[in-house]
């Protein structure tokens, strides 16, 4: 199986985790709680709504605001991460509910938005 990282990820929001069961996504979001034991936490989309992020590892840095998760999801269903990067947000706020709408239009519109195009050298 290849590398979450190396395969193409669809970006989504809460709402259409059950439609990616097994498949890498791209997940920004909010954060809601971090679980004690640092392997887990929890993001909000623009819309209110919570995904469970889980970690291999625990977390061995502070995370807080907009993060960006890269990972699959698993049928409970979560995301396990692969990866996430953290936005800074200090001279400018992330706006998560345009960034939602944004989310939408790509998944109504595939035609406009394609979705794993390789370039085979």
Do not use: W
């Amino acid at each position: 199986m290849m590398d979450v990282m190396d395969l193409p990820r669809a970006r989504i929001n809460a709402s259409m985790l059950a439609q990616f069961i097994d498949r890498p996504v791209c997940f920004v979001g909010r954060l809601e709680k971090i679980h004690p034991t640092g392997k887990m936490f929890i993001l909000s989309d623009g819309e209110g709504k919570t995904v469970t992020v889980e970690l291999m590892d625990p977390l061995d840095e502070e995370i807080a605001g907009i993060v960006e998760v890269v990972g699959r999801v698993t049928a409970k269903p979560t995301i396990m991460c692969t990866s996430y990067v953290l936005f800074k947000e200090e001279n400018h706020s992330f706006d998560l509910g345009l960034y939602n709408e944004a989310i939408k239009i790509t998944q109504e519109f595939p035609q406009f938005f394609p979705l794993g195009v390789m370039q085979y050298d």
